[in-house]
């Protein structure tokens, strides 16, 4: 049977509430948290030192549980080095290119699995206004909303499926139509990306969870 959510409806108003207590609640762990990775970012902005990038893996991976293995820590820093993005993440007034999160994600030399929610938080820490982030309640929060009875919360014009997000083009898209449906276009992506991860961790919990499985990239929706 497929699960039904009540969702309350994703005011600017509502999205405050929640991005204000994340950054100032009883439990600030994962405020100080976010902000020591930014920090950290911000100190070290390029991505051709392997001993930088390498610091970076290993903070948000040990704060995120993006579920990298600490043997392979210095295998994926140094494919991410081989793979010159600082021009693709948007710096020193270069465009983003988005599709750098597939890149990262699904095209690692040395390691195997899928690093997707891991590559949009690192894209995202080094350019946030560019890099939204796609982790399983993000993606959860959306593919339910859509899925949902109420039409007030159809916010793509077509059925994705749960895979289609895992495709970051694909998210980005649906992100969007996201924030255009619902009338954010004042709130940044940080923002949003705060209220997608705590509205869908502490009010839906782990039921909303959408994984990072699987993934059609030459499909198109």
């Not at 005011?11 to 600030?28: A, M, Q, S």
């Not at 007034?93 to 949009?120: C, E, H, T």
Request: proline fraction near 4%; include cysteine; charge should be neutral.
């Amino acid at each position: 049977m497929k699960k039904e959510f009540v969702f309350d409806y994703p005011t600017p108003e509502l999205i405050k509430e929640y991005v204000k207590d994340f950054d100032e609640g009883n439990n600030r762990e994962d405020y100080y948290k976010d902000e020591a990775i930014k920090k950290l970012f911000a100190l070290l902005p390029n991505n051709t030192i392997i001993e930088e990038v390498l610091a970076k893996v290993t903070l948000l991976n040990t704060f995120y549980g993006t579920q990298i293995l600490d043997m392979d820590l210095l295998k994926v820093s140094s494919d991410i080095v081989s793979m010159n993005i600082d021009a693709k993440l948007g710096r020193n007034g270069s465009d983003p290119d988005i599709s750098l999160v597939n890149q990262i994600a699904y095209g690692m030399k040395s390691y195997p699995r899928s690093l997707y929610s891991f590559a949009s938080k690192y894209c995202s820490f080094h350019n946030p206004d560019a890099f939204p982030i796609a982790d399983s309640f993000a993606k959860g929060m959306l593919y339910y909303m859509n899925s949902s009875k109420d039409d007030s919360f159809r916010l793509y014009p077509v059925q994705f499926t749960q895979y289609d997000l895992n495709n970051y083009l694909h998210y980005c898209k649906i992100y969007k139509a996201f924030i255009k449906h619902f009338g954010l276009e004042k709130l940044s992506y940080k923002e949003i990306d705060k209220y997608l991860w705590k509205y869908a961790k502490y009010e839906m919990g782990s039921r909303i969870q959408v994984t990072d499985s699987s993934v059609n990239l030459e499909k198109v929706i």
